[in-house]
């Protein structure tokens, strides 16, 4: 089985990946803004995942974010963006 990654598509300003949790009401924030601000994105909801594909994503959250705390924002693999910080968001839209 797979990871289940949905994407949003928007203006493509790099890569930026959220690991959420569908339950997280700062993850439908983060996702609001992220449209508001037609952003494309990818995500997932780490709490649908299961068993060796749920173990495998809080994996990779841990290695950006070791608190494992929702949501995290990854861009382009560099950085991550962790909790809603609508001023780091919105600066991700005026990165060209």
């Known amino acids: 089985m ?20 569908s339950t997280c009401v700062w993850c439908r924030r983060t996702k609001a803004l992220l449209n508001e601000l037609g952003l494309a994105y990818r995500y997932v909801d780490v709490d649908l995942q299961q068993g060796e594909d749920r173990r495998k994503v809080i994996e990779d959250v841990s290695r950006w974010n070791p608190a494992r705390s929702f949501p995290t924002l990854v861009v382009n693999q560099e950085r991550a963006i962790v909790g809603f910080d609508e001023r780091a968001i919105r600066e991700l839209a005026q990165d060209d």
């Not at 797979?2 to 949790?21: P, R, S, T, W």
């Open 2 to 21: 797979a990871v289940e990654v949905n994407q949003v598509e928007g203006k493509d300003v790099g890569d930026i990946f959220m690991y959420a949790l």
